[in-house]
Structure formats: C-alpha cells, structure tokens
C-alpha cells in the first residue's frame, strides 16, 4: 500500500513539473539570438532587444505588442532595423496580422532604432511632438505623425491609448494603455521592482514621481504594467517609481 501511494505521489509530481514547464516554453513565443517575444497577457507580447551601451554595456530593452482581431500596434520599436524586420515578420507572415501602428514612447534609440524598417513596410509611426524634435537632433529617420496630450487607435475592435502625463526619464516620454486589458506600457518612465535610477541624462528628476503619481490617479485599475526594461508586473511598479524619485 505505502509503495503504491508512493509512486502515485512521484507521477503526480511528474506531471505537474511536466505541466509547469509547459506553461513556461509556451509564454516564450519566439526567440533568437538578438530578439525575444513572450507573452505576458491574453492579448498582449513584450518584445525585447538588446543596446549597446557604453555605461551600462548589453541592455535588454522591452517594448509591447497588443494583438485584436487581425490587427496589432506596436509600442517602441526594436533597437535596429534588422531586428525590427524579425519582429514584423513575427507579426504579419507568422501570426498573419497587420500592423496598424507603430508608437514610440520617447526619443532614445532604446524606443526607435528600427524605425525604418517599419516605413519600409508601409507602418504608420507616431510620437509625440517632443520626441520628433528631440529625435531629430539625433537621428534622420524620425516618426512620421505627431500628437501632443493624448493619441486613440482602434485596434481590432479594441481601443488603445498613448498619453502624456508630464516629463520624467525625458521630457517627452508617453504612456501607452489598453482600458480593456488594464495593460499599461510604462516605458522608461516606469521602473521594475528594485531598479536603481538609471539614465538620468535626459531627466527631470523633481517632475518624475509627480507624473507617475497622475499615472496611478488617472488609471487607478491598472492590472499589468510593462517597464521599459526588466520584468513586468502589477500597479506595484508605479508605487516604487514614485518611492524612487519623491525626495528629489
């Protein structure tokens, strides 16, 4: 008797290890050497690629996807060009749905390094006002359509919102939202849990928490909140943003 409870234990535990790793290969929807895509809700992908950076070396940089119906937008793009050729062929030839709209957040290469291979597919790209007269201080290749406080596009049946609540990680950088899901793409604006400060080149740090803090009071049922760098996580993410930068 004890040896047959005994092996029903050890296959009960096979099997929930089995299913476990399972549930964890199929979060993971694509990946290669220089980008990653997984899924982190039932609509919505976090894309990552990598940065070169002087100060911090190789940088995973996060950017969002959310998929309705045949459509998706795409929040940030890819750090080159080439690796935003990949993530379109993720979207269009192996999920067989059509871009809408590509959304830079703000104007570091992290967010449109591989805008023109958008363009070269005939994306729409959007920014802010801001990030387009920052980014051309740096860059030829600039978004293509502007806005100034807030930008809605219909995906799918689905409404998505990209916003600007004020100045923080730079002086330009928005917000993308998805009320249906409550998915925020915080971009740099917003920190994972534990992060130091970061980049400040760019920063206004005494606004910084003053504009997450609009963030929480305007979207108060946020459920998933997307960092531009490191793991993603619940509304939790805005309070330590706040905590981080309140006293400068």
Partial sequence: MFMRKYIFLVFCLFVFTSATKAQDSDAVSYSSDVLKIEKIGDN????VSYLETEAYGKVA???????????????????????????????????????????????????????????????????????????????????????????????????????????????????????????LFGGCLIKQMNAGKGNLEDADVDQWALTVKEIREVLPDIKLVLPGHGKEGGAELLDYTIELFKNN
């Fill in 44 to 47: 919505v992908f976090k894309h």
């Fill in 61 to 183: 940089c996060n950017g969002m996807i959310f998929i309705d119906e045949n459509e998706a937008i795409v929040y940030d793009t890819p750090t080159t060009d080439g690796v935003s050729a990949e993530l379109i062929n993720w979207i269009e030839n192996i999920q067989q749905k059509r871009i809408k709209a590509v959304v830079i957040s703000h104007f570091h290469a992290d967010c449109l390094g591989g805008i023109g291979e958008f363009h070269k597919h005939g994306i729409r790209s959007y920014a802010h006002k801001r990030t387009i007269a920052l980014a051309r201080e740096k860059t030829a290749v600039l978004p293509k359509s502007s806005f100034r406080k807030r930008l809605n596009i219909k995906v799918g049946d689905k409404e998505t919102q990209t916003i600007f609540f004020g100045t923080g990680h730079t002086r330009d950088n928005v917000v993308g939202y998805i009320p249906e899901e409550k998915v």
